[in-house]
């Protein structure tokens, strides 16, 4: 099967401009993620979706960073304006689960990320 | 909320050699525990997992621990190859209004030498 697709595989900016990242996950798959890896760490939670629905948004930077996904399929990441801080791999993944507490794990699977410069 | 910790941050090993790498999670409700190792350039993969009801598992060179009790899980990955050269993640899974949710830890660089 397809695994997760997301394009652009790199990107330069300036600070104060605006980035769109888009993610179009395992063909089927009800949970969307999307995570920031700054260099060096592991990758950290910025938002979840079940189908079109935002599960959790805790660790999103809401003034600047927003997402969606409209349809419930392919999910949009935007962040306007970025900073300097932003510069990471932003990275989308994808699990089978639909149901809350269905089974004590859902594998996720990850796209390959889109490294993000901003200078 | 869940918190992880990896060590070592570097690990260097001759081919053959076996590598351990140890993980703690500080959640006692997480329930999931995957690693993942990511080559340059590319996306996490996912090699194993273990889930909270079973305490060991094995996958031809890979094999995973868990103990409960203690709150630590660790990687094993024996006759080590150059190609198994990569940054390896774990990760813990605490239920997130009971969808799961990973947290990471901070990686580990493994270097086969040849």
């Known amino acids: 099967e397809a695994g997760v697709a997301q394009s652009p595989r790199y990107k330069i900016i300036e600070k104060r401009q605006s980035v769109a990242f888009w993610c179009n996950p395992i063909?089927?798959?009800?949970?969307l993620y999307w995570y920031q890896q700054i260099l060096g760490q592991g990758p950290k939670l910025l938002i979840q979706f079940q189908n079109n629905g935002v599960v959790d948004d805790s660790q999103l930077p809401k003034d600047r960073f927003s997402a969606e996904r409209l349809k419930g399929v392919d999910s949009t990441l935007k962040i306007q304006p970025a900073k300097l801080e932003d510069s990471a791999v932003y990275l989308c993944?994808?699990?089978?689960?639909?149901?809350?507490?269905?089974?004590?794990?859902?594998?996720?699977?990850f796209g390959p990320g889109t490294r993000l410069t901003v200078t | 909320g869940e918190n992880v910790e990896q060590h070592p941050s570097t690990l260097s090993v001759q081919e053959g050699d076996s590598a351990v790498i140890k993980c703690t999670y500080s959640d006692s409700a997480s329930n999931y525990f995957p690693w993942y190792k990511q080559e340059l350039g590319k996306g996490p993969q996912l090699i194993i997992d273990?889930?909270?009801?079973?305490g060991e598992k094995k996958d031809q060179r890979i094999a995973v621990t868990l103990n409960k009790t203690a709150k630590h899980f660790s990687l094993h990955i024996t006759e080590t190859q150059p190609e198994d050269s990569a940054v390896y993640f774990c990760a813990a899974s605490p239920m997130n209004t009971g969808f799961q949710k990973l947290v990471f830890g901070t990686g580990t660089r493994l270097l086969v030498s040849p």
């Open positions: 273990i889930r909270s009801n079973v």
């Open positions: 993944a994808s699990s089978n689960q639909r149901l809350p507490g269905q089974g004590a794990g859902n594998e996720q699977y």
């Open positions: 063909s089927g798959h009800a949970t």
